[in-house]
């Protein structure tokens, strides 16, 4: 009895598009998952230049070095 109006709502929609392994449904999910994450990763990456490494060296060595070498001036 109580079993019975569950299955036949929403709910029982939900697991038979879940459980039913059909390709449609396979399908869907997958395209679901993929929007879910994409999204977010789009909106974080968009605009961004990606840098390497040695980039990140190199500023850090420009820095460093502008830094001794005003630091050096002002103890002269």
Not at 22 to 36: C, D, M, N, R, T
Not at 42 to 67: I, V
């Amino acid at each position: 009895m109580g079993n019975e109006s569950k299955t036949s709502g929403f709910r029982g929609r939900i697991d038979r598009y879940l459980y039913s392994g059909e390709k449609k449904h396979v399908f869907a999910g997958i395209a679901i998952i993929s929007v879910v994450f994409a999204i977010p990763w789009y909106l974080m990456n968009r605009g961004a230049k990606h840098r390497s490494h040695q980039d990140y060296l190199e500023k850090a060595d420009k820095a460093r070095s502008e830094r001794l070498s005003s630091g050096s001036s002002l103890t002269k």
